[in-house]
């Protein structure tokens, strides 16, 4: 059984082009099942929608690999914020093969919130730290940069 550490949940089914020679899922496609999840997270979350509700980037993407993933697996990812500071938040993942529950892998982003024209960091505007906590209240507790 699944027991994810959060609320929103994602699904993903491993494709046939998602593997490498070995047979298994390459390493690079878990950051591509990991940020389909961080992207339906955001939308779900912000209320938003579309590419240009991305007024966020990405700073920084870690991957902890767990267990190898077979083709046709089904894989649920729960994606939560662990905190969230001035201008950057924390996103967490764990990413759980949905037959027998295994974790497969894990996965810590930081997001910036950005201003395209100024080419610069901006401070996460009140109305998205308070989505935000309304989706993940925990993530007050802590703070980031």
């Known amino acids: 059984m699944l027991s994810p550490r959060f609320r929103f949940r994602h699904l993903e089914t491993v494709r046939f082009r998602d593997l490498d020679a070995i047979g298994h899922v390459n390493n690079a496609v878990f950051l591509t099942y990991f940020e389909s999840a961080r992207l339906a997270y955001w939308f779900h979350t912000t209320r938003r929608e579309g590419l240009s509700a991305l007024d966020i980037v990405l700073a920084r993407a870690e991957v902890d690999y767990r267990s190898p993933l077979q083709f046709g697996e089904s894989i649920e990812i729960s994606v939560g914020c662990t905190s969230i500071g001035?201008?950057?938040?924390?996103?967490?993942?764990?990413?759980?093969?949905?037959?027998?529950?295994?974790?497969?892998?894990?996965?810590?982003?930081?997001?910036?919130?950005?201003?395209?024209?100024?080419?610069?960091?901006?401070?996460?505007?009140?109305?998205?730290?308070?989505?935000?906590?309304?989706?993940?209240?925990?993530?007050?507790?802590?703070?980031?940069?």
């Open 86 to 145: 001035r201008s950057s938040f924390v996103l967490e993942s764990d990413m759980h093969e949905r037959g027998s529950g295994r974790l497969v892998a894990e996965s810590r982003k930081v997001l910036v919130c950005y201003d395209y024209a100024a080419g610069r960091s901006r401070p996460v505007p009140d109305e998205l730290r308070r989505l935000i906590l309304a989706q993940d209240p925990e993530a007050g507790s802590a703070s980031s940069t």
